[in-house]
Nanobody, 130 residues
Framework: VQLQASGGGFVQAGDSLRLSCADS????????LGWFRQAPGKEREFVGA????????MYADRVRGRFTTSRDNGKSTSSLHMNNLGPEDTAVYYC????????????????????????WGQGTKVTVSS
């Protein structure tokens, strides 16, 4: 899997933004996905996750209700819809993948720890001005 994140930019507080994560490989549907972000001078933090089937999602408390992730396995893409952005959301956003295709019954598995993800995209920068 080769991930490419895109869609970042400069927005105003209260605006919305949609990030995309595309995979150029052929086994996208075998991977659970995660979204993470890293603000300047801070640790990388979990934002959201989605199982390989798309049936299960999980969000960090600070974005729950504002951010939504989805995926289209037919197009090998995932999206992170971000609403009501604030300056605290300024960061580089990353998508990541962990293979779960070999796990029987693992279609609903999701992960929130960065250390368990095997593949990472290059990141896309989001800047929110107040």
């Amino acid at each position: 899997v080769q991930l490419q994140a895109s869609g970042g930019g400069f927005v105003q507080a209260g605006d919305s933004l949609r990030l995309s994560c595309a995979d150029s490989g052929r086994t996208f549907s075998d991977y659970a996905l995660g979204w993470f972000r890293q603000a300047p001078g801070k640790e990388r933090e979990f934002v959201g996750a989605i199982s390989r089937t798309g049936t299960t999602t999980m969000y960090a408390d600070r974005v729950r209700g504002r951010f939504t992730t989805s995926r289209d396995n037919g197009k090998s893409t995932s999206s992170l819809h971000m609403n009501n952005l604030g300056p605290e959301d300024t960061a580089v956003y990353y998508c990541a993948a962990r293979e779960t295709g070999h796990i029987i019954g693992g279609g609903d598995f999701y992960y929130t720890k960065a250390s368990v993800f095997e593949y990472w995209g290059q990141g896309t920068k989001v800047t929110v001005s107040s």
